[in-house]
């Protein structure tokens, strides 16, 4: 086992905390993007289910270049400064946070982000990293999301265009996913 000196663990430090910062603005980013919608067959779809799946990949790299302790507290401070983020928005335009809105996108972040980093990593350790295995489990962790973010808006659930709308997103996001996914079965274990 080699030992690191001290200025090559501060450099991890410092790398880890950029790949973190990262990790918030894209949470910020898909808190802001909510809101704009664009029509793909006659159904409002959000720009916010782009970047998705690179937060998970950003977590799954955070993971495997450094380690898992590292990958939660990402996901922790990511996960409140969303909440801090959506609450502050909330009150600088004068509108009343919707708590049932918050708690559940919050809940479908964090469950969705440990459910799919637990598989991630069990697949990475425990196979020889199958691409199919790594793209399933990307596909997993969005279909946890948008479980909780279903029930908050479990009225909708009985209308024609929101499960038109629901399997257009995870379809978009499955192609999202095929170069993420080869990408991380390229990466390399360990920070080099």
């Known amino acids: 086992m080699k030992l690191i000196t001290r200025k090559e663990e501060e450099k991890l430090y410092q790398d880890c905390s950029l790949y973190v910062l990262l990790l918030t603005t894209l949470v910020i980013l898909l808190e802001s993007l909510k809101d704009y ?4 067959a ?8 782009i970047p998705l799946p690179l937060i998970y990949f950003i977590v799954n790299y955070i993971a495997k270049r450094f380690d ?4 939660i507290a990402a996901i922790s401070i990511s996960g409140v400064i969303f909440v801090c983020f959506t609450a502050m928005v909330s009150f600088g335009l004068g509108e009343k946070p919707i708590l049932s809105s ?3 996108e919050f809940c479908g972040y964090v469950v969705s982000q440990f459910a799919g980093l637990t598989i991630y990593l069990y697949i990475i350790n425990n196979t020889k990293s199958p691409i199919i295995l790594i793209y399933l489990n990307y596909i997993f962790a969005l279909l946890v999301f948008y479980l909780f973010y279903s029930i908050i808006y479990l ?5 024609d265009e929101y499960w038109t709308g629901y399997f257009i997103t995870i379809g978009i996001q499955a192609l999202v996913c ?4 080869i990408m991380d079965y390229k990466l390399k274990r360990g920070h080099e």
């Open 37 to 40: 919608t664009f029509n793909i």
């Open 42 to 49: 006659g159904v409002e779809l959000t720009y916010s289910l």
């Open 68 to 71: 898992y302790k590292k990958a």
């Open 102 to 104: 918050i708690s559940g």
């Open 155 to 159: 009225d909708l659930v009985m209308y």
């Open 178 to 181: 095929i170069p993420i996914s």
